[in-house]
Nanobody, 128 residues
Framework: QVQLVESGGGSVQTGGSLRLSCAAS????????MGWFRQGPGKEREGVAV?????????ADSVKGRFTISQNNAKNTLYLYLEMNALKPEDTAMYYC????????????????????WGQGTQVTVSS
């Protein structure tokens, strides 16, 4: 069973930076997709950034140039990060780490419905 645990949320002012982390354990296959999703007040959940086991990344247009997704494999645990710079009030949301297994040639995408494993979420608040 894959388990995801996020950390690193908080409150910052406009223009500030935050780094989110996610520890993923329980993967039994070397091919996977991992990503960050967010849900703001009164909004639907949206994809922010995803990364595959091959290292390819995809970003939402709203965060390109400001956010960077990365990963690091350690023994039995995959660590996922989201470096967020130049934060804006509209980035305020609950941020979720998500994962799924992938097949050969599978391209990771930002569709939340494709992801079956989710963390509990970490709140990011950006004040103006």
């Amino acid at each position: 069973q894959v388990q995801l645990v996020e950390s690193g949320g908080g409150s910052v002012q406009t223009g500030g930076s935050l780094r989110l982390s996610c520890a993923a354990s329980g993967y039994t296959n070397s091919r996977y997709c991992m990503g960050w999703f967010r849900q703001g007040p009164g909004k639907e959940r949206e994809g922010v950034a995803v990364i595959g086991s091959d290292g390819r990344t995809t970003y939402a247009d709203s965060v390109k140039g400001r956010f960077t997704i990365s990963q690091n494999n350690a023994k039995n645990t995959l660590y996922l990060y989201l470096e967020m710079n130049a934060l804006k009030p509209e980035d305020t949301a609950m941020y979720y780490c998500a994962g799924r297994y992938a097949r050969w040639g599978d391209r990771c995408n930002l569709r939340s419905a494709d992801f079956g494993y989710w963390g509990q979420g970490t709140q990011v608040t950006v004040s103006s």
